[in-house]
């Protein structure tokens, strides 16, 4: 199930610049952390 969660949430995934810290973790970390928020986000997907 964590895998799923991992794959297909984007505050579980990994930042892609550092594949460490998970995005939820990133945003928390930052000095601007209230501030902060998701309005939207796109999914993109090579091949079929």
Do not use: W
């Not at 610049?17 to 998970?22: I, V």
């Not at 973790?25 to 090579?46: E, G, T, Y």
């Amino acid at each position: 199930m964590n895998k799923f969660y991992k794959e297909n949430c984007l505050l579980q995934q990994v930042f892609v610049k550092d594949n460490k810290t998970p995005i939820d973790k990133l945003l928390a970390s930052s000095p601007a952390a209230s501030n902060l928020r998701i309005v939207s986000f796109h999914r993109l997907q090579l091949g079929q």
